[in-house]
């Protein structure tokens, strides 16, 4: 195959040949042993320039893997031997319109961007994974991620009024726009969030955006045992709902301190982070009110704080965790979900199937929704121990399936979960999910093997 006609079609340096910056982006943080090497990397900076790239590879029958910043976890943005991998990350302008409360962002443009340019005019952009500092608002919506104040605020889905996609036969098309209210024709804005750059190239996104959050108050609880903490999450989404509500399990605790020396209680099961962002009198009722509720599930010690940095403190003890326990050896990512009344269960089977497997499963998870991310880690030298923690994986994936949940909440199926779709969503809705990405995307060139098998859409 030739991508002279590419490169000719497109400015100067779009296009990439060279080996060794191609090593650089086969893979995604997930790191698939299966990732292929591309034939090149186009590093487009505009819609038009995606258009052309999409028309040059269906002309050619070329797969085509979109990126962003390369932080998905799921193996979303694996590249494909031959293919073209299209890097969104030069597209990153940020417009806010502040009488409309929205922003028109390119896909490129970092989370952490988004919501300085729109703090510029006292405005926020809620969604927050933990990555939020170096992924990209692109991939965000490719997964419809979520964050650490998903919990009162929602996730992706809820703040993207509009986008702008390149479809497989290269039009462009705009789907929703800057209206809050709208139900003209289907809702296929919705279709393509979480889509995972399968049906469509998402080349300009208009975002919702609401009045700055208030300075938060900050509590941290720890429990001598997993049923107490995973009690008191329950006990506190019942009556009341917080800013903030995650759960960091022993092994993380630990990892966290190891990397922080921030003392962190090494004893405890369990800790808990928990925001109030109401108003300041409200808050600190609330967070009385928490407190009292943790210490009626044998909460072991509780703190909480106004103090702005202080309680920051802790909230990024939580988002470093990842990279925490990835100091431990290599990890398989986790991402799985459950009806809140079945967290417990939920980290109990998962602290089994570790003990089972004789391998660590780090727990951390953003507990008000029931969304966890168990992390195994395993050294990639030992065969054995490898191949049992990739056992665990799909044994904590069956454990969330068997208890009504999912196989993943906010990262995406990808190619890692692949395998395990049909058994979650089941046979009927795997199809309806085949037939639409045969009507959009007929001779699958957009991310082939991610999601869907591209063995049952040639059948």
Same mark, same amino acid.
Request: include cysteine; aromatic fraction near 4%.
């Given at each position: ?9 497109? *400015? ?49 029958? /070329? ?100 986008? #702008? ?17 709208? %139900? ?16 469509? /190239? ?39 709902? *917080? ?17 922080? #020396? ?39 010690? %509780? ?19 990842? *990279? ?28 089994? /199937? ?106």
């Amino acid at each position: 195959m030739s991508i002279d006609a590419l490169i000719s079609a497109l *400015p100067e340096g779009r296009v990439v040949t060279d080996p060794a910056t191609i090593e650089n982006y086969r893979w995604d943080r997930a790191n698939d042993p299966d990732a292929g090497t591309p034939a090149a990397v186009v590093r487009a900076e505009s819609t038009e320039e995606v258009q052309t790239t999409v028309r040059f590879a269906a002309e050619h029958s /070329i797969p085509v893997i979109p990126r962003g910043a390369g932080s998905g976890l799921s193996g979303g943005s694996t590249a494909v031997t031959d293919g073209i991998v299209l890097s969104l990350e030069r597209m990153r302008d940020i417009q806010v319109d502040p009488l409309t409360r929205t922003a028109v962002v390119q896909p490129g443009a970092f989370n952490a961007e988004v919501k300085a340019a729109a703090g510029e005019h006292g405005l926020w952009y809620p969604p927050d994974p933990s990555s939020f500092e170096f992924c990209s608002i692109g991939g965000n919506i490719a997964t419809n991620a979520g964050g650490l104040c998903c919990v009162k605020y929602g996730v992706t889905t809820d703040y993207v009024l509009g986008l #702008k996609v390149v479809l497989a036969d290269g039009r462009a098309v705009q789907l929703g726009g800057p209206t809050l209210k709208d %139900v003209a024709g289907l809702d296929l804005t919705k279709l393509f969030i979480g889509s995972e750059g399968t049906l469509g /190239i998402i080349t300009e996104i208009t975002l919702r955006l609401i009045p700055a959050q208030r300075p938060p108050t900050t509590l941290v609880a720890t429990f001598k045992t997993l049923d107490d903490s995973t009690n008191a999450i329950l006990t506190i989404s019942s009556k009341m709902r *917080p800013s903030m509500l995650e759960f960091m399990d022993k092994p993380t605790i630990n990892a966290v301190e190891d990397a922080t #020396k921030m003392g962190l209680d090494r004893d405890a099961e369990a800790m808990l982070v928990i925001q109030s962002d109401e108003p300041a009198e409200f808050a600190t009722k609330e967070i009385e009110q928490i407190e009292a509720l943790c210490n009626e599930n044998n909460a072991d010690e %509780v703190f909480y704080t106004a103090d702005p940095e202080e309680g920051e403190a802790f909230v990024v003890a939580r988002r470093m965790a990842i *990279p925490a326990v990835e100091q431990k050896g290599s990890l398989l990512l986790e991402d799985v979900g459950v009806p809140l009344p079945r967290l417990g269960d939920l980290v109990r089977g998962i602290a089994k /199937i570790a003990a089972a497997h004789e391998i660590v499963i780090a727990v951390i998870a953003h507990a008000g929704d029931g969304n966890t991310h168990p992390l195994l880690v395993f050294d990639p030298a030992d065969e054995d121990q490898k191949q049992r923690a990739h056992t665990a994986y799909g044994k904590v994936m069956d454990l969330a399936i068997e208890l009504g949940g999912t196989i993943t909440g906010e990262h995406g199926v990808g190619r890692l979960k692949r395998p395990w779709l049909s058994d979650y969503i089941g046979p009927d809705a795997l199809e309806l999910n085949q037939r639409i990405k045969r009507a959009l995307d007929p001779a699958n060139i957009f991310n082939p093997g991610a999601v869907l098998d591209p063995a049952a859409l040639t059948s």
